[in-house]
């Protein structure tokens, strides 16, 4: 009987697991499903410009994975029995319950609205496709100086600002973080930041809580009212409640928590990879929820499981860091290098360098996740023990 090896979604984080196992494991071995809401990949990366007006292309999962030995499943996971190793899944054919020996979850993540009154009623956000979607159209009925407020201060937040304003010269786009915007970057990132919401006519309110969103604006903590016809919340990011409703270890935000080669602490036969892994990174700090670690993690899980299953020996080194691109517009942008530690150095490239820089990576990783067999070990190796242990390798 062939092993089964259950991938759950099929983001950057799953996919690019699934194709990697299918590279290293023998056909006649495994069995390796893909499970997936969306038929496409979703650039989740690009959203923000797709949330601007610009089309980004079509990939369909099953031809990505054709010939690869990856069966593609298009469901919605409802719910995980981790006790029993099933999954139960509702797609275009009803409700149906898929076995596995091994499970990969990477469901990821969507927007995290805090609590906070009036965020799911009143604002959109760029944390899925369809939401994206829905922010585009929102955007075209937008009249010539009215004004959308984005809601956060981090990566999205910028992004989703600069990408607005440079679509939409004709309206107005302001900012609302908590704390400071960008004050984590180098010293000349930051000063190329403020220079762009500037060429930009952004206005950014720091250090401005928001506690209350309505059809007209926001409402801040100190009492103080923002006006805006449109509100995008980009305030932070939160997974999905399946793995916390399982018997599954998880953090308090609900992440899977998984020891050095993103296998749970509590259930050995599941592996988390992505925004809902809780995995401690170089210098023993938690991984933080983005691309910059997903493809990473998808890589040690995948080599983690072919290890344990072809009776090899497991990899566990720490993942670490190497920087933070942020675009700003299409011909703009930062590429902060950091240290192993997620710390700002002083090597910073911004402007078009950087914009070519970034479009290089965003470009990359989806080619690396559209080619899925192509950069993995091209050896297939042979299962010899279900379930059978191996040990660790030492880095």
Not at 95 to 119: F, I, K, M, R
Not at 149 to 162: D, F, K, P, Q, R
Request: include cysteine; glycine fraction near 10%; hydrophobic fraction near 45%.
């Amino acid at each position: 009987m062939k092993h089964r090896i259950v991938v759950l979604g099929a983001g950057y984080a799953g996919a690019t697991t699934a194709g990697r196992l299918a590279k290293r494991l023998r056909r006649d071995d495994v069995q390796i499903t893909l499970v997936n809401a969306d038929p496409d990949f979703v650039e989740r990366v690009r959203l923000h410009q797709l949330a601007a007006g610009q089309d980004l292309p079509v990939r369909p999962l099953r031809k990505m994975f054709a010939g690869t030995g990856v069966e593609v499943r298009i469901a919605w996971v409802d719910s995980l029995d981790v006790d029993r190793k099933t999954v139960a899944l509702v797609g275009d054919q009803g409700a149906e319950t898929l076995a596995y020996d091994t499970l990969v979850y990477a469901l990821g993540s969507t927007v995290a609205d805090y609590g906070v009154p009036g965020v799911v009623e009143h604002a959109h956000h760029v944390a899925s496709k369809q939401a994206a979607l829905r922010l585009r159209e929102r955007l075209s009925q937008l009249r010539t100086g009215e004004t959308v407020l984005i809601v956060g201060g981090g990566l999205t937040s910028i992004e989703a600002a600069t990408e607005i304003a440079e679509a939409r010269p004709d309206l107005k786009v302001a900012m609302a973080a908590r704390g400071g915007v960008g004050d984590w970057l180098d010293e000349k990132a930051q000063s190329h930041l403020r220079d762009a919401f500037e060429r930009l006519g952004i206005t950014v309110h720091e250090h401005t809580d928001v506690v209350r969103v309505t059809e007209d604006g926001v409402t801040t903590r100190s009492g103080a009212e923002i006006p805006a016809q449109l509100t995008v919340w980009t305030a932070g990011f939160a997974v999905h409640p399946i793995a916390a409703a399982s018997t599954l270890t998880v953090s308090e935000a609900g992440r899977i928590v998984v020891d050095a080669t993103q296998r749970s602490v509590s259930h050995p036969d599941v592996y988390a990879v992505g925004d809902a892994a809780h995995a401690a990174g170089v210098g023993g700090k938690t991984l933080r929820m983005g691309c910059a670690t997903a493809s990473p993690m998808a890589w040690l899980g995948a080599d983690a499981i072919a290890a344990r299953l072809t009776g090899r020996a497991v990899p566990d080194a720490p993942i670490g860091y190497n920087s933070q691109c942020i675009s700003l517009g299409r011909r703009d942008a930062i590429v902060q290098k950091v240290t192993k530690e997620d710390q700002p150095t002083a090597k910073v490239d911004v402007g078009r360098k950087a914009a070519r820089i970034k479009e290089l990576i965003c470009s990359g990783a989806a080619w690396s996740v559209r080619h899925p067999t192509l950069l993995a070990p091209s050896r297939r190796r042979r299962i010899v023990a279900t379930g059978a242990e191996a040990p660790v390798a030492t880095v």
